[in-house]
């Protein structure tokens, strides 16, 4: 049944990473096979705390789990506005933006998105994307049972409401 330990305590290893208790994982399947997005997941952690809006992506070996994540924005230096992080030009004065706002990764990368919630180690990182992969296949089984509701709680139609673009 859903709801097992990964490398949980009571098998008498804490390794980092995998004595990390997800207690539950719960799966909304995207049902578009156009879209790299296979399904949106949440996570809880020692049945304690919830993390919401990780996204299950095709990746280059099989589904890949994406941490929640939100796009970086910058101030106007000029007026103040809040414009997405490399935007040439003010969306409220218009006025042209300074490049260095634009964070890079250590590859040189700009970087526009910043994880809300992550796994500090690569163990941990492990754990969540055997976990939540193998409990998006198990739920990829269930969505073909009759009367399959998913058990993610989603908030309203939050995922696709366009992005609010001005004050
Ligand atoms: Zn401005």
């Given at each position: 049944?859903?709801?097992?330990l990964?490398?949980?305590?009571?098998?008498?290893?804490?390794?980092?990473?995998?004595?990390?208790e997800?207690?539950?994982?719960?799966?909304?399947?995207?049902d578009?096979?156009?879209?790299?997005?296979?399904?949106?997941c949440?996570?809880?952690?020692?049945?304690?705390?919830?993390?919401?809006?990780?996204?299950?992506?095709?990746?280059?070996?099989?589904?890949?789990?994406?941490?929640?994540?939100?796009?970086?924005?910058?101030?106007?230096?000029?007026?103040?506005?809040?414009?997405?992080?490399?935007?040439?030009?003010?969306?409220?004065?218009?006025?042209?933006?300074?490049e260095?706002?634009?964070?890079?990764?250590?590859?040189?990368?700009?970087?526009?998105?910043?994880?809300?919630?992550?796994?500090?180690?690569?163990?941990a990182?492990?754990?969540?994307?055997?976990?939540?992969?193998?409990?998006?296949?198990?739920?990829?089984?269930?969505?073909?049972?009759?009367?399959?509701?998913?058990?993610?709680?989603?908030?309203?139609d939050?995922?696709?409401?366009?992005?609010?673009?001005?004050?």
């Amino acid at each position: 049944m859903a709801g097992g330990l990964i490398g949980g305590t009571g098998c008498g290893f804490l390794e980092r990473g995998a004595g990390m208790e997800i207690t539950e994982v719960r799966i909304k399947l995207i049902d578009d096979p156009a879209e790299r997005l296979l399904a949106f997941c949440s996570i809880t952690l020692a049945g304690a705390f919830v993390v919401r809006d990780l996204k299950i992506i095709v990746g280059p070996s099989g589904p890949f789990v994406a941490m929640p994540s939100r796009k970086l924005s910058s101030h106007c230096p000029a007026c103040g506005f809040k414009n997405p992080l490399r935007a040439g030009y003010c969306n409220q004065c218009g006025k042209k933006q300074p490049e260095t706002t634009v964070p890079r990764d250590t590859d040189g990368r700009p970087r526009l998105y910043a994880d809300i919630a992550h796994p500090i180690h690569a163990a941990a990182r492990e754990a969540i994307q055997r976990r939540v992969v193998s409990e998006y296949e198990a739920e990829l089984d269930r969505a073909k049972q009759p009367g399959y509701v998913s058990r993610y709680d989603e908030i309203g139609d939050e995922e696709h409401r366009p992005p609010r673009r001005g004050g």
